[in-house]
């Protein structure tokens, strides 16, 4: 048996650095320590066939390969900013009181918007079948007993014919959940992606084997979720397990230039409490501003810091951050840093502080404690599975909670949390092994109810 273990996405977009491609990129690069007597290959699906990554790094490519790819990556990114910015005039009036203003609006919008999308779609249709470059992937042929762990963000591709007729050769499907926050928590998400993934998860519902979650809290929640599509007895015929992350920062280089905004903030006065996500509406940054308003209401030195990319349904957000009279002074935003000024945060930071409506793990708890960071976080159920009673936790329907935790923080030099000294976490290495052991355990559990079912059925005839 090999389990083959799908890092698509990240192949494809080498350069990401959100949670899931964080993971995905560390758990891969430590397969060749963990795998034991189970042969685990890295691989992506491109064109109807699967490959083997050789690696994750991107490479020079033949010229017309490459400025093809580097076309499609700049179109993409001008098609996003095109209908942000459209969205951004249709929240300014006449627009955002009449429904036909904003209908006059889209068509024209639309219409100017194929300058972008034709060639767009154009250069997707000639590069459907392209190969990729030897150094990074050759192809790869299944063997009956072999296992696909869907590791990456796999709805994100249109895989379901592959990974059906691989199913059909006998290869075991195995999927890797991170969180079910577009089907628990839609008001979050961007409905198109609402959309796909629920198709994406009632696909893999029907057509995995089991499913390896990143925390015991979303591995419930699969449960759950599969016996509403499902049936109970459906359901019961997948096995289920769970792992934890890693917590290194594995882009950082010691040659890395610091974020000359991150140092200059660290240099002047004022204890900085720190927020590292994406900027997007789950993960609550507004929550975080109307607590720390308060606190310099009350004429608080503490200063608040976002790192993290902007992400989706955060304009307004965004713009509350940029015309706040506090922003570059007590309030900052950094969306592009790397690992090492990421680093640098973590070290100077006087807390972190999380207060995500809902997550499937969190990573940045871990991030930050490993490197004795107290974390001040949400109390909600997966931050209590992680942070256990290292994590001081406040309530999301009172903003004063948080601040009340911070005024009495920097009045006595307390922290209302168990000492970071008996704080104990994996590394990738450990996270990557937990992952592979729980899955050949998953599939020798099954292994073992389908033969005690095939002797219950003999006996009965």
């Known amino acids: 048996m090999r389990i083959l273990v799908e890092c698509t996405y990240v192949y494809e977009h080498p350069r990401d650095n959100s949670g899931i491609q964080r993971v995905v990129r560390n758990i891969v690069n430590r397969l060749g320590e963990v795998g034991g007597s189970v042969e685990c290959i890295p691989v992506m699906m491109n064109g109807g066939r699967l490959y083997r990554v050789l690696s994750l790094a991107p490479l020079r490519l033949s010229r017309g390969a490459g400025w093809r790819q580097a076309w499609i990556v700049r179109l993409d990114h001008w098609r996003n900013r095109y209908w942000w910015w459209h969205s951004r005039i249709e929240r300014l009036p006449p627009f955002r009181n009449s429904q036909l203003a904003r209908r006059l609006l889209y068509w024209p919008c639309k219409l100017a918007s194929l300058a972008i999308t034709l060639p767009l779609r154009g250069l997707l249709h000639l590069n459907r079948n392209a190969q990729p470059a030897p150094q990074r992937a050759v192809e790869l042929q299944v063997r009956s007993g072999d296992q696909l762990l869907l590791l990456d963000s796999s709805w994100h591709a249109d895989f379901f014919p592959l990974a059906e007729r691989l199913k059909r050769q006998g290869v075991g499907i195995i999927s890797v959940i991170y969180d079910l926050i577009p089907l628990t928590h839609p008001q979050f998400c961007d409905a198109g992606l609402v959309q796909v993934f629920d ?3 009632d696909w893999v519902s029907r057509t995995a084997d089991g499913f390896m979650a990143i925390s015991r809290t979303v591995s419930e929640q699969v449960q759950d979720e599969l016996r509403q599509r499902l049936g109970r007895a459906d359901a019961e015929k997948r096995w289920h397990g769970h792992f934890y992350l890693g917590s290194e920062l594995d882009l950082k280089r010691p040659t890395a230039a610091l974020h000359p905004g ?5 240099r002047a006065d004022g204890p900085v409490y720190l927020m590292v996500s994406t900027v997007e509406p789950r993960k609550n940054h ?15 030195p503490v200063r608040l810091c976002f790192i993290g990319k902007i992400g989706w349904k955060c304009e307004a957000l965004v713009e509350r951050i940029k015309r706040h009279p506090q922003h570059n002074k007590r309030l900052f935003m950094f ?3 790397n690992d090492t000024s990421l680093e640098f945060a973590y070290s100077h930071a006087r807390a972190l502080v999380f207060p995500s409506h809902a997550e499937g793990f969190g990573l940045p708890l871990v991030e ?12 909600i159920p997966v931050f209590r599975e992680v942070g ?7 309530d999301l329907a009172d903003p004063q909670s948080l ?17 970071l000294e008996d704080w104990q976490w994996i590394d990738w290495t450990q996270a990557a092994r937990q992952l592979i052991q729980g899955t050949l355990q998953g599939i020798a559990g099954q292994a073992k109810n389908l033969r005690a079912e095939a002797v219950l059925d003999a006996d009965r005839t």
């Open 262 to 266: 991150v140092q200059r903030m660290f």
């Open 403 to 419: 601040a009340g935790m911070i005024l009495e923080f920097e009045r006595s030099q307390r922290f209302p949390a168990r000492s």
């Open 388 to 394: 256990q009673d290292f994590v001081a936790y406040f």
């Open 199 to 201: 198709r994406w998860f």
């Open 368 to 379: 930050a404690m490993q490197r004795g960071l107290p974390v001040m976080a949400s109390d």
């Open 286 to 300: 507004a929550y975080l501003l109307d607590a720390f308003e308060r606190l310099w209401a009350a004429g608080s």
């Open 335 to 337: 969306n592009n840093v």
